[in-house]
């Protein structure tokens, strides 16, 4: 995997990095909480590039990967600005988006906030609602510190940004944002005029119950609720063991409903 294309632009104040694959219609892919564009998208990157006609476009986000940091809280709302003001620096003023997690809950706003630059959208592995998350989710985040971070969340980060005080930033603004977390209305939902494709895992941390709830909410939307864990379906898990069978389906399946 090769990017054709890599670097920072300055958006809203902080330098944001990017990497582009392929060519074609984009698809722009946004990670989850703690991860950074590789951690959560190459496997899904090894197989959409040069082959179905996308330019992927993964973007870190503020605190994250290899982006510069700011002393704010994180909201959702912030990174969709942040998201379509780099995709305005690269001339990409219409697109199709794929997040997972929390990256899921962005592009959801994205589709809210900028209903004009929204092609396609696939959330995968989200919640808009508390109740979404399986039971006793929220209050271990209460409880959260840096040493209950997944030791390969870690091990990413430092590797791509080795200052530990970062981490330590990224950490404790990613912990916030979740444990002040207030529903959203069903209007951010039901406003969604693409076409939408929601995916998890039936052991997922989200609520198998909760993704049929957003599918029904959205008027042009399709399910897939897969046999897997929060992201197995498209991603190593923290063993760095691969479902490859499981993962090519996902990746079809998001294929073909990108091309419908």
Do not use: C
Not at 112 to 119: A, K
Not at 179 to 200: M, R, V
């Amino acid at each position: 995997m090769h990017p054709i294309e890599k670097g920072y632009k300055t958006v809203n104040g902080i330098q944001m990095y990017y990497e582009v694959y392929g060519s074609g219609k984009p698809l722009v892919l946004i990670h989850g909480g703690g991860s950074s564009i590789l951690f959560d998208f190459k496997e899904v990157i090894s197989r959409l590039e040069n082959r179905f006609q996308l330019k992927l476009i993964g973007i870190d986000l503020q605190n994250h990967g290899m982006t510069e940091h700011r002393n704010i809280p994180e909201t959702f709302q912030q990174d969709a600005h942040d998201v379509v003001a780099l995709l305005a620096e690269i001339k990409i003023n219409k697109a199709s988006f794929w997040g997972f997690s929390n990256g899921g809950n962005t592009v959801m706003q994205i589709a809210y906030l900028y209903p004009g630059i929204m092609d396609k959208l696939i959330v995968a592995s989200s919640f808009y609602k508390r109740n979404g998350m399986q039971d006793g989710f929220f209050e271990s985040m209460d409880e959260a510190s840096l040493d209950s971070m997944p030791e390969p969340l870690k091990i990413n980060f430092l590797e791509l940004n080795p200052d530990f005080s970062r981490l330590e930033n990224m950490f404790d603004k990613d912990s916030k944002r979740m444990q002040s977390f207030e529903d959203w209305g069903d209007e951010i939902l039901t406003s969604i005029n693409s076409s939408a494709l929601f995916i998890s895992g039936d052991k997922d941390i989200i609520k198998p119950e909760h993704t049929v709830e957003m599918w029904r909410l959205v008027k042009r939307s399709q399910l897939m609720i897969l046999p897997a864990t929060h992201g197995s379906y498209m991603m190593a898990d923290f063993e760095g063991n691969t479902d490859e069978k499981l993962i090519d389906l996902t990746v079809n399946e998001v294929a073909t409903f990108l091309k419908d």
